[in-house]
């Protein structure tokens, strides 16, 4: 399930570029405000399960929406209302986050060193959508694909896949899948069947050209830690209860920073 978050303030406020840790943070502290416990758990722990070695949280957001949208070489200026999408395949979080917001009805943004609180006008619920085996969407938020490879100390280090290398391309699109099977399996605790599907996916070419190639980007989280990501329309020619999977809580990896969220 989806949401549309509407939120205004009097006083305008400027964004860095790099606000997603920021927007991050604040919807741990919306879930917190109704759940202790399970924004704890979700933050610290996740889901897991046996023989896969990874955490998820099982959620994503958007970019902002910056109204107006007045932007320079530093970030967003004067903005009086942002928007964005939360989705999650998982009832609980967003169950916390909206009785996060009835409690609160706001939400407080650490930027640049200051608090600028925005308050919660809308909470749209957007209607749930069925899958075939072919779709396209647009990214409201970058995807990003890792592994793990040698670095020159030799010491495994994370990699971030660059889709429009023709070395990486299809290692992105295998751990793409891998990560959605991975999820999958997890969030229904079963091991998925269906591994014989035409798996296909593309990001779109004459997006591509018009951008002359140039369809990544590198953005700063928590710590100054950089990360690599894509960032274009796609399809898809895959089971739909992986595409299910990845349109409910992410594309890729770190969604719950903000990456992987489609329309």
């Known amino acids: 399930m989806r949401i549309i978050i509407t939120a205004i303030s009097e006083r305008p406020s400027f964004f860095p570029y790099n606000y997603q840790y920021a927007l991050h943070s604040a919807l741990y502290s919306l879930m917190n405000e109704s759940s202790v416990e399970y924004s704890t758990f979700l933050h610290n722990d ?9 955490k998820f949280k099982f959620f994503t957001f958007s970019k902002l929406k910056f109204f107006p949208n007045k932007r320079s070489k530093d970030g967003f200026h004067d903005v009086k209302k942002i928007q964005f999408t939360f989705t999650s395949s998982v009832d609980e979080s967003l169950k916390h986050l909206v009785l996060g917001i009835f409690s609160n009805q706001k939400i407080k943004l650490m930027l640049n060193g200051q ?3 925005f308050d919660i006008g809308n ?3 957007q209607p749930e959508p069925t899958f075939s085996h072919r ?18 100390n030799g010491r495994r280090e994370q990699h971030f896949l660059n889709y429009m290398l023709p070395e990486e391309r299809k290692h992105f699109i295998d ?3 891998k990560n959605l099977i991975n999820k999958y399996e997890t969030i229904h605790n079963i091991e ?3 591994s014989d599907h035409p798996f296909n996916f593309s990001f779109d070419v004459d997006y591509i050209a018009k951008r002359r190639g140039n369809i990544s980007k ?3 989280f928590k710590n100054k830690i950089k990360i690599k990501a894509m960032e274009a329309p796609f399809s898809i020619e895959a089971d739909p209860e992986l595409i299910k999977i990845g349109y409910e809580c992410g594309w890729g990896e770190k969604n719950s920073a903000g990456f992987g969220c489609v329309s």
Request: charged share 25%; aromatic share 8%; proline share 2%.
């Open 135 to 152: 779709e396209k969407f647009m990214c409201l938020s970058p995807i990003t694909v890792t592994t793990v490879r040698m670095g020159e």
């Open 175 to 177: 751990n793409l899948k």
């Open 123 to 125: 909470v749209d619920i």
């Open 192 to 194: 998925y069947q269906n």
């Open 46 to 54: 996740g889901y897991i399960r046996d023989g896969i070695n990874k």
């Open 115 to 117: 608090v600028s609180i």
């Open 218 to 220: 590198l953005l700063e």
